[in-house]
């Protein structure tokens, strides 16, 4: 029995038991049937079911030392005071629990074991065409912010002086919208929303890699006019907006769309939708400077986007 991994030649299993036992949905391998043809570990007619069996006891074991680690952070936070330290703590309980539950739904049966493997498989091959597109964007535009900020006096001041800075906002700068978004306030930041964007693209399966940056790009400038609009309009205390993650979650929106209406893999909607939450509770909990306003715009132009383009060839 030979195995296969992405973009690599077959090679042969030393310890088939072995491979059993350590194989996980994330490896994103496949492995040799009797006719030759490559499969998916957990669609293999002899093994498949084994393999179910031991990622489920493996499972099990992980409920239980998530359970055991819940129980000392509880523990710890009754000793300590700092909010900050609360929040980031109550942020990786919440984080455990999601975990915990995903597992469980995507071991109660094998089918739904055969609709991760194949979501994980998916998931990898497509990384490698999207990064292509999007780590180079994204060190072209923290590169150009980069440098401009040396000219200008830093990154507040290309902000005020190019980014959508809502005191400069009028009809005749319209034109910020078009740059602003792809401005970030750090490098933290900018790192962040590149790796968002890659997993988020990554996830979109059926839709050519252009279309897919297009989608991320208009769905980000358009996020920030939304954004312009509700915070100017409902007195926020906001007075700039930057960042593409209204474009990221345009591409998590698309991507539930997909596996709810077409595919109708709820355990993957359940997945992706606890991402959409996780990381709301997590800007929540940890900064006053998320603007939510431009992550929810984004995620219902996803959602938009894929309605009216369902039935055609992306």
């Known amino acids: 029995m030979r195995i296969k991994h992405p ?27 009797s006719n030759g043809d490559f499969v998916l570990p957990t669609h293999h007619s002899l093994i498949g079911e084994e393999i ?14 998530s359970l055991l680690i819940c129980i000392c952070i509880c523990i710890y936070l009754n000793f300590t005071s700092s909010e900050v330290k609360f929040n980031q703590l ?3 309980i919440i984080l455990l629990f999601i975990i915990t539950i995903d597992n469980f739904l995507n071991t109660l049966t094998i089918g739904n074991l055969k609709i991760r493997a194949e979501f994980c498989y998916q998931v990898n091959n497509s990384c490698r065409k999207t990064s292509i597109i999007f780590i180079p964007f ?15 006096g830093g990154t507040e001041q290309v902000i005020i002086n190019y980014g959508n800075y809502y005191p400069e906002i009028s009809v005749s700068s319209l034109w910020r919208f078009l740059i602003g978004a792809f401005i970030h306030g750090d490098y933290t930041h900018w790192g ?31 996020s920030h006019v939304i954004t312009y609009i509700v915070d100017t309009n409902f007195n926020s205390l906001n007075d700039a907006l930057c960042g593409v993650s209204g474009g990221s979650f345009a ?53 938009l986007y894929y309605l009216i383009n369902r039935k055609t060839d992306l």
């Open 7 to 33: 973009s690599s030649t077959p090679e042969y299993i030393k310890c088939p038991n072995t491979f059993i036992k350590k194989w996980r949905p994330i490896d994103g391998c496949l492995i040799e049937e």
């Open 52 to 65: 179910y069996n031991s990622h489920k006891q493996s499972m099990k074991k992980n409920y239980l030392w």
């Open 90 to 92: 109550l942020i990786y």
């Open 138 to 152: 994204f060190i072209f535009i923290i590169l150009a912010q980069t440098y401009i900020a040396t000219l200008v």
């Open 192 to 222: 962040i929303n590149m790796i968002i964007t890659i997993l988020f693209s990554s996830i979109i399966p059926s839709i050519k890699v252009k279309n897919i940056f297009v989608l991320f790009i208009v769905s980000a400038i358009i």
């Open 251 to 303: 591409l998590l929106a698309f991507s539930i769309c997909h596996f709810s209406f077409e595919k109708k893999y709820f355990t993957i909607v359940f997945s992706l939708s606890t991402l959409v939450i996780f990381s709301t509770v997590s800007a929540m909990l940890l900064t006053n400077n998320t603007s939510h306003i431009a992550h929810l715009s984004g995620f219902i132009l996803g959602g």
